[in-house]
């Protein structure tokens, strides 16, 4: 079961366990899932660093900034330190995302389209840059 979740996508550590946990409830002891997910880091089949980096990249293409990607998978479980390497060694330029976000939803330089950018993760100073060159491109 372990590896059906790891067939559909990356996940965490912490993220698989409480799944099998859920799933398996009272018929399989909390060590032994332990022991499964070791087995599974030791064979190189679930990695906290690849489960990290691919959903920095799935989520920056469904336009969200680096505020909400890391506080979904700090939610995860996944560490802080390796969520802020991740996402730095990852090298997107989040004001030119943040620019396409607006345009994509054809947000105006106004308090709402501030308010939409911050709610998607994107912090202050990548949504006034990407607001002037929006009002700059009008």
């Known amino acids: 079961s372990a590896c059906q979740y790891l ?68 939610s995860k479980g996944f560490e802080p330190q390796m969520i802020s390497d991740t996402i730095t060694a990852s090298n997107i330029d989040f004001a030119r995302l943040c620019l396409l976000c607006a345009e994509k939803k054809g947000l105006q330089d106004d308090i709402y389209a501030r308010q939409v950018l911050y709610r998607r993760g994107f912090d202050v100073g990548q949504i006034k840059k990407a607001l002037e060159k929006l009002a700059k491109n009008k």
Do not use: W
Request: net charge positive; aromatic share 8%.
């Open 7 to 74: 067939a559909r996508r990356e996940h965490g550590y912490k993220e698989l366990s409480t799944k099998l946990t859920k799933k398996f409830k009272e018929q399989v002891s909390k060590q032994d899932i332990i022991d499964v997910l070791d087995h599974l880091v030791h064979k190189k089949y679930l990695s906290e660093q690849r489960a990290c980096e691919m959903y920095v990249i799935n989520q920056t293409k469904k336009l969200y900034g680096p505020n909400r990607i890391h506080q979904h998978l700090y």
